[in-house]
């Protein structure tokens, strides 16, 4: 009887064990993928970001040409040095609205090369892109007007756009559109914010 204890207690510390590891497991997997990303983590995602081979539009120069997927971080500072309307789309390719915005946002990409930069984040694949932007939903287009300011909406303007100002000086730094927008919407935004057809 003694042995059958014994013997009992050993496999009860195994099976105990053994969840113990699986808790620890898991933990430690979700520890690691919702760790913060520092800056040196930031670096090292930079390092390793995606490169493809992109074919650049007739007459268009390398410089004037902007890959639609963006895959490290948006340098919006150097973006609004090239004096056109920039829109940045986060989103995502497996969100729905996304999807149909996908070929618009390719076909404006091509067709505006050197007049418009349109840029394509997917904050699912990389989630740090959306970092210092305003995106609470998805797709959400950041806008920018060909003088580097946040663009400012006519009043003739029917599509509803969200502006942020800072608290304290009442600063406009962002425009924001969310949801999706068709080809047409994007050309008439794109004019008011400054494209020179």
């Not at 963006?70 to 056109?84: F, Q, R, S, W």
């Amino acid at each position: 009887m003694n042995d059958k204890q014994s013997s009992r207690k050993k496999e009860i510390v195994i099976k105990i064990g053994i969840v113990m590891l699986v808790i620890g497991l898991v933990g430690g997997v979700w520890i690691y993928k919702n760790k913060p990303v520092t800056a040196e983590d930031t670096s090292l995602i930079l390092s390793q970001g995606k490169t493809s081979e992109h074919k650049l539009p007739e007459q268009t120069s390398e410089e004037d040409y902007f890959p639609l997927e963006v895959t490290e971080a948006i340098d919006l500072e150097k973006l609004k040095t090239y004096g056109v309307p920039i829109i940045i789309d986060f989103g995502a390719d497996s969100c729905n609205p996304c999807k149909e915005m996908a070929p618009v946002l390719k076909k404006l990409n091509e067709d505006l090369a050197g007049k418009a930069i349109i840029l394509f984040a997917d904050v699912w694949k990389y989630p740090e892109l959306a970092t210092n932007y305003p995106v609470e939903v998805i797709p959400t287009q950041i806008l920018i007007d060909s003088a580097g300011k946040p663009y400012f909406p006519s009043e003739e303007m029917s599509i509803e756009f969200i502006q942020y100002t800072l608290k304290d000086t009442g600063e406009h730094v962002f425009t924001t559109h969310q949801g999706g927008l068709t080809e047409e919407q994007m050309i008439l935004t794109l004019r008011e914010m400054g494209l020179e057809e």
